[in-house]
């Protein structure tokens, strides 16, 4: 390898350069090749294919151990071993050994989404190799995943207290509830087996506690488990002490109870039938569907049950509709498309309208798919739904059945399906008459089929317009209180097409990008309408189509309107966050509230998500108000030196706001790191001036060197200068980038 020694000098008497190649060091094979692996592992990293990164990793470790003092390579060591250990971790995450220790096998359950981390616990129980303090944490972790989940580890981590004798401080009484007391049993059997005669008699005295302090339940179900088995003939006489003047009136409710059970956890239509058959003949219709309060179903179809003879089909009926309802709110689709085809076949030989009634609550669950998880790709699917969705809204104006209509919400579903696949030909035709879904629909259909031609959608517009005024408009209530003063309530107006919550539901299920654009278009201006501050307008896409003043804007709630506004663009920005119109649109709704940090990352993403992290031009979505508005958030958050820098943004350089703010004291940024990105050479000579009037040489000396740099010369061409400008504002922005997102 070359050294300094090995390049030839140039003097007044030299020729030629003559360079001596001999006195370079030699490095030895194993360095060069160290190197070369260590740096080859980068490019397989970056790639994640961590096989092949792993083997260089390893051959490289194998290589700098046998090296003590590297005179060409520069390898940090513990960065070295750290990538090891991830890649053979990532090895472990996709090919996990048999040889794995319990903390290794929890640690992959995390990484894996908790996936068999129950089974792991379960070992741990009987082995007890994680310590207590890991899997307190643990719970921890787990309590934002999922309420079943979590309440299983917290039961787990409360056998193993018991078994150490420690103090348990969760809530026994709602975690022995329902299916959780039999897992926990199941828990206690297993394991017994495997613990000391210590923690053996740790659990027993354990469970006569809970014995005596929780309700009646938690005693049949241990006399019905098998860990009464453990107990000897004393201990169970300890067991039933208590008891005993209630034992006839639970052993009548031991079975009653299990069925409950059975009833609660059985999601099969044939084993449903079967337990209901038996379940009958120990309660009424009425206690069996108030088992569970999550058994909730439509007052239609609930009517309707009354029409079947028999309480079987009755009591089956309501639980397969109550249940398939549950698993839709957990996005179990097909499982709830299965019973309710199964409570579609139990009733369509007996009641035509409660069989329509199901049919409806199908049809809203293939519409919560669509718009929770998407569909197949498939266009027959496709189309087959809107089949089905065109027929519910032709029942709403068919005479003959008037009274099997689908509920608001299965219409507002079937609205929104519709205008998202964007058939707003057929909506636009409807009549809404006196359903306000329909008309709402109708009138959003009316403006997106004649878009982007602006003129012909103006009238439209202004239809959208009033009716989505309409559904702001608020009324003043006078209440007296108790004391005799006299307080204003707002209520909503009732002349709204529909409620406002059912028009933010229908908000916030959109996913078509017009009609995204369109909606925050139209309340985004009202936002700015009621607002009427001309230093916070708020710009976006067709706000021309809107009118510039409202007719009676005191009766409009501004607060509702602005929540709106931001519930639109959350879901918006849900659907695509790199959408620059809508990151735009929300800068400014930051700007106009105050919240500085917020607009400036918000106009840098939509800054680099529409210029490629700022190597194109950035016209598009900075104009002279954008950057006006930055260079107003960079003063309020006290950057001073950004504040400068953008003013060169500007169409024409705001050369008083830009002085100012270098004269301030006081600077929250880098201050004399952006100076090369200044190329404003009536700027660099004021700081020139500036620094030279403070005595800051330093800072100075770096301000003249910036105005030497050949690129700034005006002399140069106008593509060199324009060059040498596109390269600082690309590198400010970047660092800005970095600063705010």
């Known amino acids: 390898m070359p050294i300094m020694a090995s390049f030839g000098t140039l003097s007044e008497t030299t020729n030629s350069i003559v360079h001596n190649w001999e006195l370079g060091l030699t490095i030895p094979n194993r360095e060069f090749i160290a190197q070369i692996l260590y740096d080859l592992r980068s490019f397989h990293f970056c790639q994640e294919d961590y096989n092949k990164a792993n083997g260089c990793f390893t051959k490289c470790d194998q290589l700098m151990s046998q090296i003590s003092e590297a005179t060409y390579c520069r390898i940090d060591i513990g960065r070295l071993k750290g990538y090891c250990r991830a890649c053979q971790q990532s090895e472990q995450l996709e090919h996990p050994g048999q040889n ?11 990484a894996n989404s908790y996936k068999g981390l129950l089974l792991i616990l379960h070992e741990d129980n009987t082995k007890q190799e994680l310590p207590m303090s890991y899997r307190t944490t643990l719970e921890q972790d787990v309590k934002t995943i999922g309420n079943d989940l979590y309440s299983k580890v917290c039961l787990n981590n409360v056998l193993r207290l018991a078994m150490e004798g420690q103090t348990v401080l969760a809530d026994l009484d709602s975690l022995l509830q329902g299916e959780r007391m039999l897992y926990f049993l199941q828990l206690l059997f297993q394991v017994f087996n495997y613990c000391s005669e210590n923690q053996s008699n740790n659990l027993k005295n354990f469970i006569w506690y809970l014995n005596n302090v929780l309700s009646d339940n938690f005693y049949v179900a241990l006399i019905n488990s098998d860990v009464v088995k453990l107990f000897n003939e004393d201990e169970r006489k300890r067991l039933d002490s208590g008891h005993q003047s209630k034992m006839p009136v639970i052993a009548s409710q031991l079975t009653a109870i299990d069925k409950e059970m059975e009833l609660i956890v059985c999601n ?10 038996q379940s009958c003949q120990l309660m009424d ?29 009755k009591a089956l009926t309501h639980l397969l509709v109550a249940k398939a309802r549950n698993l839709v709110n957990l996005h179990d689709f097909d499982k709830a498309q299965t019973l309710l085809s199964a409570a579609d076949m139990a009733v369509k030989d007996i009641s035509y309208k409660l069989s329509k009634y199901i049919r409806m609550e199908m049809l809203l669950c293939d519409l919560i798919r669509y718009h929770t998880v998407g569909i197949s790709t498939d266009e027959s699917t496709v189309q087959e739904l809107t089949k089905k969705v065109k027929t519910c809204l032709i029942s709403l104006h068919t005479v003959g059945h008037k009274d099997i209509l689908p509920r608001p919400e299965i219409v507002g579903q079937c609205i929104v399906f519709m205008l998202n696949i964007q058939e707003w030909l057929y909506l636009g035709n409807m ?33 959208l317009w009033d009716a989505v005024l309409q559904i702001f408009h608020v009324q003043n209530q006078q209440k007296r209180t108790a004391s005799g003063a006299t307080n204003t309530l707002q209520r909503e107006s009732p002349n709204g097409l529909i409620p406002r919550f059912v028009f933010i539901q229908i908000l916030q299920r959109l996913k078509d990008p017009i009609l995204l654009t369109l909606m925050i278009s139209c309340l985004s201006k009202l936002h700015s309408t009621l607002r009427d501050d001309i230093t916070s307008q708020i710009a976006s896409d067709y706000v021309t189509l809107w009118p510039t003043a409202l007719g009676s804007s005191g009766m409009v709630s501004t607060e509702r309107v602005t929540d709106a506004v931001n519930m639109v663009l959350q879901r918006a920005l849900l659907v695509n966050p790199n959408h620059s119109s809508w990151l735009r649109t929300q800068a400014d709704i930051c700007f106009g509230n105050g919240q500085y940090s917020s607009a ?18 950035t016209s598009l979505i900075f104009d002279n108000q954008t950057y006006r508005n930055m260079i107003k958030c960079c003063s309020y958050l006290q950057c001073h030196t950004q504040v400068a820098v953008l003013c060169q943004f500007l169409d024409e350089v705001d050369y008083t706001t830009a002085f100012k703010s270098l004269q301030e004291r006081q ?37 003249v060197e910036m105005i030497g740099q050949l690129e700034l010369n005006t002399n140069n061409s106008a593509e060199c200068q324009q060059m040498a400008i596109r390269k600082r504002k690309s590198k400010f922005l970047r660092s800005m980038a970095k600063q705010y997102t």
């Open 100 to 110: 794995d220790t319990l903390f290794e096998k929890v640690e992959i359950s995390r």
């Open 285 to 313: 219709y009425k206690q069996i569907i108030s088992i569970s309060d999550n058994w909730t179903i439509p007052k239609e179809i609930r009517y309707g049950l009354d029409s079947l003879p028999r309480m079987v089909d």
């Open 667 to 703: 600077c929250c940024d880098a201050m004399d790191s952006y100076y090369d990105c200044i190329w404003d050479l009536s700027i660099l000579e004021y700081l020139t001036h500036l620094h030279t009037k403070r005595g800051e040489l330093n800072k100075r000396q770096l301000v």
């Open 431 to 463: 009549a809404g008459g006196k359903n306000g879904l329909i008309e709402i629909g109708r009138l959003i259909s009316e403006v997106c089929k004649t878009l982007p031609t602006i003129t012909s959608t103006r009238k439209a517009a202004r239809e």
């Open 268 to 277: 099969d239509p044939n084993d449903l039938r079967r337990i209901l058959v």
């Open 600 to 617: 400036m990352r918000y106009y840098l993403q939509g800054g680099l998500s529409s210029s490629s992290y700022f190597t194109e031009d």
